[in-house]
């Protein structure tokens, strides 16, 4: 038995020791205790083909079979991918069969509740991270220090668990295949090589379902969805569950996580996000940051869609206009970072990076940017065609506003 296996073994274990029956074990689990374990130090940061990683499926695997699913990987509830890592950020990722020093492999995780039913329903969340602090990380200290991952994204695979909990004994009008993603962070591999080789008839999927960064509900209760576009019903689906948050929709159903490859096959998709923070792909997004009352709440939300939908037989596919397309290219950066869900007029900053424009000039978390040299900023996409004009050098005047103030800071970039 595998060191690691046995860690995990003795956790589940003792979380359930308390119990006398198999559903009582089932219920102990929570979705805080999930993201304990997957945001642990021990894990080191979960990147792809680390022991980390490995620990992690390994448990996942544990809790699916606690649930009663069937294995629905290449190797029980496994699915693992070898691939060279990319040169070219633009190019195709190579996925190989050969081993040898520069061959990374990842391992899906795949679990199948069978209800014996025409359409399956596909439930995801990528449970890989960045580890000491991979490509992508946002960090600039001095040390190498564990990036656990905590929101991104051990909160979607805490919400994934809670959901086959939720429907290991109800909601029987789809079938559901429970994915835990690897190789997210370095490219939606694990998410691409599944519906390239995929284990079920991807014909018969229904929907699939992302949660990417649902631990960090706010005071206002915002929850963005995306991909609503992406099959008719699903705007009217949406609303229709909907009594606990302010809803950010968006109908595109490409963006920067695994819902992508799944919508670039065919197969409607709804992605929730919680939004971004300051410490997105840095060692502070970590577990008592997180909202667990709202990551519940979300999980009740998402369970009640799918129930709605389990009469609607198979779902249309929509093919929806891809919005990364019209954002403008820029050479410069503000060095902030932008609160995606606020709907307000303007762009509204939820943090700023270290000596970067922004913090030189004395602009703060909160500041909502209202002009940016001679353009009005009235949203995001107003926001970067503002800054795709400007060249590295170049000063201008930025107006925020701050309160109930408006204050005028000079920027060079």
């Given at each position: 038995?595998?060191?690691?296996?046995?860690?995990?073994?003795?956790?589940?274990?003792?979380?359930?020791a308390?119990?006398s029956?198999?559903?009582?074990k089932?219920?102990?689990?929570?979705?805080?205790?999930?993201?304990?374990?997957?945001?642990?130090?021990?894990?080191?940061?979960?990147?792809?083909?680390?022991?980390?990683?490995?620990?992690?499926?390994?448990?996942?695997?544990?809790?699916?079979?606690?649930?009663g699913?069937?294995?629905?990987?290449?190797?029980?509830?496994?699915?693992?991918?070898?691939?060279?890592?990319?040169?070219?950020?633009?190019?195709?990722?190579?996925?190989?069969?050969?081993?040898?020093?520069?061959i990374?492999?990842?391992?899906?995780?795949?679990?199948?509740?069978?209800?014996?039913?025409?359409?399956?329903?596909?439930?995801?969340?990528?449970?890989?991270?960045?580890?000491?602090?991979?490509?992508?990380?946002?960090?600039?200290?001095?040390?190498?220090e564990?990036?656990?991952?905590?929101d991104?994204?051990?909160?979607?695979?805490?919400?994934?668990?809670?959901?086959?909990?939720?429907?290991?004994?109800t909601n029987?009008g789809?079938?559901?295949?429970?994915?835990?993603?690897?190789?997210?962070?370095?490219?939606?591999?694990?998410?691409?090589?599944?519906?390239?080789?995929?284990?079920?008839?991807?014909?018969?999927?229904?929907?699939?379902?992302?949660?990417?960064m649902?631990?960090?509900?706010?005071?206002?209760?915002?929850l963005?969805?995306?991909?609503?576009?992406?099959?008719?019903?699903?705007?009217q689906?949406?609303?229709?569950?909907?009594?606990?948050?302010?809803?950010?929709?968006?109908?595109?159903?490409?963006?920067?996580?695994?819902?992508?490859?799944?919508?670039?096959s065919?197969i409607?998709?709804?992605?929730?996000f919680?939004?971004?923070?300051?410490?997105?792909?840095?060692?502070?997004?970590?577990?008592e940051?997180?909202?667990?009352?709202?990551?519940?709440?979300?999980?009740n939300?998402?369970f009640?869609?799918?129930?709605?939908?389990?009469?609607?037989?198979?779902?249309?596919?929509r093919?929806t206009?891809?919005?990364?397309?019209?954002?403008?290219?820029?050479?410069?950066g503000?060095?902030?970072?932008p609160?995606?869900?606020?709907?307000?007029?303007?762009?509204?900053?939820?943090?700023?990076?270290?000596?970067?424009?922004?913090?030189?000039?004395?602009?703060?978390r909160?500041?909502?940017?209202?002009k940016?040299?001679?353009?009005?900023v009235?949203?995001?996409?107003?926001?970067?065609?503002a800054?795709?004009?400007?060249?590295?050098?170049?000063?201008?005047?930025v107006?925020v506003?701050?309160?109930?103030?408006?204050?005028e800071?000079?920027?060079?970039f």
């Amino acid at each position: 038995m595998r060191i690691n296996h046995l860690i995990i073994a003795l956790f589940l274990t003792a979380l359930t020791a308390c119990k006398s029956n198999s559903e009582e074990k089932i219920k102990e689990v929570t979705i805080k205790e999930d993201v304990a374990f997957l945001a642990d130090d021990k894990l080191e940061g979960r990147q792809t083909g680390t022991d980390g990683e490995l620990a992690a499926a390994e448990y996942i695997a544990e809790r699916f079979e606690k649930l009663g699913l069937q294995g629905k990987g290449t190797n029980g509830y496994f699915q693992a991918f070898s691939f060279k890592p990319k040169t070219d950020p633009h190019q195709e990722v190579n996925y190989t069969v050969v081993n040898g020093d520069s061959i990374i492999t990842g391992t899906n995780v795949i679990g199948f509740l069978d209800n014996k039913a025409e359409n399956t329903i596909i439930i995801g969340a990528h449970y890989d991270h960045l580890g000491y602090g991979a490509e992508g990380s946002l960090f600039r200290g001095d040390k190498r220090e564990i990036h656990n991952g905590a929101d991104d994204n051990a909160s979607g695979v805490a919400v994934l668990l809670n959901l086959a909990q939720k429907l290991s004994t109800t909601n029987k009008g789809n079938n559901y295949l429970f994915m835990a993603f690897s190789g997210e962070e370095m490219g939606l591999l694990g998410s691409n090589y599944f519906t390239k080789n995929p284990t079920i008839d991807l014909a018969k999927a229904n929907l699939m379902l992302n949660m990417d960064m649902v631990g960090r509900l706010k005071q206002d209760s915002t929850l963005a969805v995306y991909g609503v576009g992406t099959s008719p019903v699903l705007k009217q689906v949406i609303n229709a569950n909907n009594s606990k948050f302010k809803i950010i929709e968006n109908e595109s159903g490409v963006g920067p996580s695994d819902h992508t490859s799944f919508y670039n096959s065919d197969i409607p998709v709804l992605h929730f996000f919680t939004g971004q923070h300051e410490d997105y792909h840095k060692p502070g997004d970590d577990t008592e940051k997180l909202n667990y009352e709202g990551m519940e709440t979300i999980s009740n939300y998402i369970f009640d869609i799918i129930s709605d939908l389990d009469d609607n037989g198979k779902l249309p596919f929509r093919k929806t206009k891809n919005e990364s397309e019209d954002v403008p290219r820029f050479k410069v950066g503000l060095g902030v970072i932008p609160d995606y869900l606020f709907d307000g007029e303007g762009m509204r900053i939820d943090g700023v990076s270290e000596d970067k424009p922004a913090q030189k000039a004395g602009l703060e978390r909160g500041d909502i940017v209202v002009k940016l040299g001679d353009s009005l900023v009235t949203d995001m996409m107003s926001y970067m065609r503002a800054l795709s004009t400007f060249d590295t050098g170049d000063k201008t005047k930025v107006i925020v506003k701050r309160g109930d103030a408006e204050v005028e800071k000079e920027i060079e970039f």
